[in-house]
């Protein structure tokens, strides 16, 4: 949400000197209008503040309208898919159809981010946009060149069937934002207009409104949206889904008669003539892949991908490496670190005690492992949004802080509300007496005590529990922490599963704990209701693994999405980070600043990076003449 001085911000990349500004953020919901109230129609939408760009700008600033077109690009995804459906709860929906990652290539909203704002939309479908200062409304103008890949044009009665649609039969995160709009009604022969409910003072739904892809109402079998399916969904973007092998890749080919290719926010963009998404179950047969030419990217380091440091610096000596047909481009960061970890499902005991939970998050032995698997490459996360003026421990909580934090402030540790917490940190020997003694006075508190070699409850039980992995993802990590909860009688137990398994026994909440990496960005927002909200506790498919139920947290996300003007918001979101710090759902890991992305040499992208980071959307062939079967 914040609008920083660093939305102008850019970087020297270490790839080839090239310009490349700082970095990338996953957070697809954080977005509404302008802070001062507009009479007229407007060509933005900001969460804050004014767009930086004008009304009549030509193409983003981390876009190249000149970039040459054609081949075709191949991108290894983690997994398994079962289902071209990417919004509804059945099935393992396919990747790349609207994806902050690879692209919105078949499916697209009313309006397009631009990643070098903290959340600032612009015409995509939608020509215009009108919203009230109190955010009670929000209005499109319908562009009337927008088409479906069918060749039938986008209408207001598209727009809300699919709000409608999602409600019904997709994914819960769909419905609560159709719960919160009173209205929506066709105006004119172009516009549509969204009365939303003036109790709830969500100042982004907005935002989250004008991010949602529009669906063809024409085309769409209402009955059976829900089921999983392998037959392609008409959508307006540049590509139309041309094959599909379940479970191993699907190809996208470049509509030519794609109606946005001249919009501003499309204009170098989708530079390639085909895409080829393939899946991998395994990261070893996936690095394998690229050694070999059969795909053209592989990130390293980034919110959607976090590989072994070590491979990086010592596991680039393949022959396409050292010949020079492999490139190596690093990218700096500006964006909060994230919270990546492992969380506890509250949900089960004995992680429903808090106390337990602490102490467990202090026999993690961060420094041994990164000093020992990661010849020490990553900083340790301390915070939701570390690395960023979000980050409520590098400073106190202030008056306006201590106000919102006031009915709840017997559950926030008080090393977290002054600003003054970290996390356990321990010699890196994996011989600390101290770090081991600190952690045994937690258990004691939480009620638990050592008889013989195991580490007893009250209910005279000793302590298990189960860690449920991703095929070998994370493996090393846990079994270093296996080792370490040992020392105090703690079982863990790994349980190793495949990717439809895990993806599976996730959506349902059948887990002691996993591990999991929770993006940020400037702009937290609508995402953390999914994420951490009550009502999402208990929503089957919602990403509240953690399964908080806390109504300081509830209140928090309130306050985030009420804030006015950036101060306000500032406020509630380092409130709300010192909430979810005292509840102790996650052990942190770590993060690191830099973004790499090995991939083709003849791959290209543009000089100037974005404060989110490389754009893939945006990277072409320089050569133009790359083809696959």
């Known amino acids: 949400m914040a609008l920083f001085t660093a939305c102008n911000l850019f970087r020297r990349s270490k790839a080839v000197g090239t310009i490349c500004g700082a970095a990338f953020a996953l957070s697809l919901c954080s977005l509404v209008s302008t802070g001062t109230a507009q009479a007229a129609p407007s060509h933005a939408l900001a969460m804050h503040g004014e767009p930086a760009l004008p009304a009549d700008f030509e193409h983003f600033p981390y876009a190249n309208p000149a970039a040459p077109q054609g081949g075709m690009i191949t991108y290894g995804l983690p997994g398994t898919f079962n289902s071209v459906n990417p919004f509804i709860i059945q099935g393992d929906g396919v990747r790349g159809l609207n994806d902050l990652e690879v692209g919105m290539n078949v499916f697209e909203p009313l309006m397009a981010r631009s990643f070098d704002e903290p959340f600032t ?158 899946y991998f179950r395994d990261e070893t047969a996936r690095f394998e892949s690229f050694k070999k030419g059969e795909i053209d990217v592989q990130i390293e380091q980034s919110p959607f991908a976090n590989s072994d440091p070590a491979r990086w610096a010592r596991r680039y000596d393949f022959p396409r490496a050292t010949s020079g047909d492999v490139q190596k481009s690093t990218f700096e960061s500006a964006l909060p670190s994230g919270m990546r970890g492992v969380v506890f499902n509250t949900r089960r005991p004995p992680f429903d005690n808090p106390k337990l939970r602490r102490a467990i998050v202090n026999l993690f032995d961060f420094d041994w492992i990164n000093r020992n698997m990661f010849d020490n490459a990553y900083t340790r996360i301390g915070s939701y949004f570390d690395n960023s003026v979000l980050d409520s421990q590098a400073t106190p909580a202030d008056e306006a802080e201590k106000t919102l934090l006031q009915p709840f402030e017997d559950q926030i540790v008080p090393q977290i509300m002054a600003g003054e917490w970290t996390p356990p940190a321990s010699d890196g020997t994996g011989r600390d007496r101290n770090f081991v003694r600190n952690a045994m006075n937690l258990f004691k508190e939480a009620g638990y005590k050592l008889e013989g070699r195991q580490l007893v409850g009250p209910n005279g039980n000793p302590l298990a529990f189960e860690l449920m992995i991703n095929g070998s993802e994370g493996e090393m990590i846990a079994l270093a922490w296996q080792k370490t909860l040992a020392l105090l009688g703690v079982r863990l137990n790994l349980r190793k599963v495949d990717t439809a398994q895990y993806f599976e026994r996730r959506k349902r909440f059948d887990y002691d704990a996993i591990i999991h990496f929770y993006s940020s960005s400037l702009s937290p927002g609508q995402e953390q209701i999914g994420r951490w909200s009550s009502e999402a506790a208990e929503a089957e498919g919602s990403f509240n693994f953690a399964g908080a139920k806390d109504p300081a947290i509830d209140a928090m996300i309130e306050a985030m999405l009420g804030a006015k003007i950036e101060e306000d918001f500032q406020t509630a979101v380092r409130a709300y980070d010192r909430v979810l710090l005292s509840g102790f759902y996650v052990i942190p890991f770590y993060y690191m600043s830099e973004q790499r992305v090995a991939h083709d040499a003849d791959l290209a992208y543009p000089d100037y990076t974005p404060i989110y980071g490389f754009q893939l959307p945006t990277w072409w062939w320089q050569s133009a003449a790359k083809s696959g079967d």
């Open 121 to 278: 939309l612009y015409p995509l479908l939608a020509e215009t946009v009108e919203t009230d200062e109190e955010r009670t409304f929000v209005e499109f103008q319908i562009n009337p060149k927008a088409r479906f890949s069918d060749g039938e044009p986008v209408r207001p009665e598209d727009v809300i069937f699919t709000f409608d649609l999602l409600a019904e039969k997709a994914n819960p995160r769909y419905k609560r934002v159709r719960d919160k709009i009173a209205k929506m009604e066709k105006v004119g022969d172009r516009g549509v207009r969204f009365t939303l409910d003036p109790e709830l003072s969500d100042r982004e739904l907005p935002l989250i409104v004008a991010m949602t892809p529009v669906l063809p109402e024409h085309a769409i079998d209402r009955e059976n949206f829900d089921k999983s399916t392998l037959e392609p969904i008409t959508g307006t973007g540049p590509y139309i889904l041309t094959e599909v092998r379940p479970g191993e890749r699907i190809t996208l080919t470049k509509n030519p008669d794609y109606w946005g290719k001249d919009i501003p926010a499309k204009r170098g963009f989708d530079n390639y003539d085909r895409i080829r998404i393939v």
